[in-house]
């Protein structure tokens, strides 16, 4: 929903950028122009539609691949704001063979295949500094003689990191609560 974006999209599409993502701005209302264009250009087996629920990610996909009519849910008139319609990961094929993955409102990232000890390779702005970590594994959490600590608010942007803790945070819960359930079916 670019056609939406204020100053913070701005902002925030600025520390996905500073970190090196290909970041494309597009409106799923629109016919398929350049920059969805350039969804289909990215060079990756895979690419992920993503984002909280209700922005339009569904849509999308359907702009991009017309042909896969995927369920969408209609726009509160009041708010300007999608509703959560999407409830499992789909993957759509595209033309060359490659996956477009379109996927529910964030927080599922166990379903991506997610889990606590390799979140840190989806942040590659923690990828080089992690070589220089003390300890091998490192989580980047509580570990003394951290690099990516250390880089946080220069190199690492601070939101970047604080999202990383959330979502490491909320991965181990799971893994947790998944424990748990299986200890009690025991």
Not at 30 to 55: C, N, W
């Given at each position: 929903k670019w056609d939406l974006a204020d100053k913070e999209a701005e902002r925030v599409l600025k520390i996905y950028r500073d970190a090196g993502y290909a970041c494309i701005c597009t409106e799923a209302t629109?016919?398929?122009?350049?920059?969805?264009?350039?969804?289909?250009?990215?060079d990756f087996d895979r690419t992920y539609i993503m984002g909280p629920s209700g922005v339009g990610k569904t849509s999308l996909m359907n702009a991009i691949l017309p042909d896969c009519a995927a369920a969408t849910g209609a726009v509160n008139e009041v708010?300007?704001?999608?509703?959560?319609?999407?409830?499992?990961?789909?993957?759509?094929?595209?033309?060359?063979?490659?996956?477009l993955a379109d996927?529910?409102?964030?927080?599922?990232?166990h379903n991506l295949g997610v889990e606590p000890h390799n979140l840190r390779n989806y942040y590659r702005e923690f990828l080089s500094p992690a070589e220089e970590?003390?300890?091998?594994?490192?989580?980047?959490?509580?570990?003394?003689?951290?690099?990516?600590?250390e880089l946080v608010g220069a190199r690492i942007h601070e939101e970047r990191y604080e999202s990383y803790l959330l979502f490491l945070d909320e991965l181990m819960a799971e893994d947790e609560q998944r424990s748990l359930r299986s200890s009690k079916t025991r």
């Amino acid at each position: 929903k670019w056609d939406l974006a204020d100053k913070e999209a701005e902002r925030v599409l600025k520390i996905y950028r500073d970190a090196g993502y290909a970041c494309i701005c597009t409106e799923a209302t629109a016919k398929p122009v350049e920059s969805q264009k350039a969804i289909l250009d990215l060079d990756f087996d895979r690419t992920y539609i993503m984002g909280p629920s209700g922005v339009g990610k569904t849509s999308l996909m359907n702009a991009i691949l017309p042909d896969c009519a995927a369920a969408t849910g209609a726009v509160n008139e009041v708010t300007g704001k999608g509703r959560h319609t999407t409830t499992h990961i789909e993957f759509r094929e595209l033309p060359d063979d490659r996956l477009l993955a379109d996927t529910p409102g964030l927080g599922l990232l166990h379903n991506l295949g997610v889990e606590p000890h390799n979140l840190r390779n989806y942040y590659r702005e923690f990828l080089s500094p992690a070589e220089e970590c003390k300890y091998r594994g490192c989580m980047h959490q509580n570990e003394p003689q951290c690099a990516v600590k250390e880089l946080v608010g220069a190199r690492i942007h601070e939101e970047r990191y604080e999202s990383y803790l959330l979502f490491l945070d909320e991965l181990m819960a799971e893994d947790e609560q998944r424990s748990l359930r299986s200890s009690k079916t025991r």
